[in-house]
């Protein structure tokens, strides 16, 4: 298994560009999450999802958007890019069940730079 | 909104010493869990120990052990005979077990271990 892997790993975009960061998991996962960790800082949520189809917003979802058309992939979309987004970017993924203790698994991350 | 505070921005310890990271949290629920992830400038998030707020008996693995204080909301990690492999940046999180969280996690801000020799 590859568990959960993110692409790019590095990005530079101007001020107005768009993109989408790709995440891909094959551990049949129900739940996935992307974060970003600003520097020195910790992970904040942006979105998440429980299944697909299904898609809501985390701490700080302005300027971004997902969607979730497979268990799979998670997208993460930016639109008109700007020097706040400036970040390194995590995907995730659980497995559901909400009382027993499923582990959350990373991607490696993908920084991305706004100039 | 549960909240995570790390107040050791920084520690610092020598190779084969112990060392303490500090987190505090303030939630209203009665079960959660409570995480320490590892992150070596490699960035990937490890996951260092878990512990299930219903237990009373603190977490270890290994060289790691927790201090979980139910009641001051307090949940530290022990790194016991500190490796130069340890040294990275150590977060504290937090995940409800409500129904209808989804297992998210929320994260404290970080605590940056350096290990001398």
């Known amino acids: 298994n590859a568990g959960v892997t993110q692409t790019p790993k590095f990005r530079i975009l101007k001020i107005g560009q768009s993109m989408t960061l790709q995440c891909t998991q094959d551990?049949?996962?129900?739940?996935m999450y992307w974060y970003r960790q600003d520097p020195g800082m910790g992970l904040k949520l942006i979105y998440y999802?429980?299944?697909?189809?299904?898609?809501d917003k985390g701490e700080v979802p302005n300027g971004y958007n997902v969607s979730r058309s497979t268990t799979e992939d998670f997208p993460l979309r930016l639109e008109l890019a700007a020097p706040s987004q400036t970040s390194v970017y995590f995907c995730?993924?659980?497995?559901?069940?909400?009382?027993?203790?499923?582990?959350?698994?990373f991607g490696p991350g993908t920084r991305l730079t706004v100039l | 909104a549960q909240t995570v505070t790390q107040s050791q921005p920084e520690m610092s310890v020598q190779e084969a010493e112990t060392v303490t990271l500090s987190c505090t949290y303030d939630t209203s629920e009665s079960d959660y869990y409570l995480f320490w992830y590892k992150q070596p400038p490699s960035r990937q998030m490890i996951l260092v120990i878990r512990q299930e707020a219903y237990k009373q008996q603190n977490a270890t693995e290994n060289r790691f052990s927790v201090n979980f204080q139910k009641a001051a909301k307090s949940f530290s990690l022990k790194i016991s005979d500190s490796q130069l492999g340890d040294a990275a940046m150590y977060f504290c999180a937090y995940r409800s077990l409500r129904t209808g969280t989804a297992s998210k996690l929320t994260f404290g801000t970080g605590t940056r271990l350096q290990v001398t020799l």
């Open positions: 999802s429980v299944g697909a189809g299904i898609t």
């Open positions: 551990m049949n996962h129900n739940y």
């Open positions: 995730a993924s659980s497995q559901r069940g909400q009382g027993n203790y499923n582990e959350q698994f």
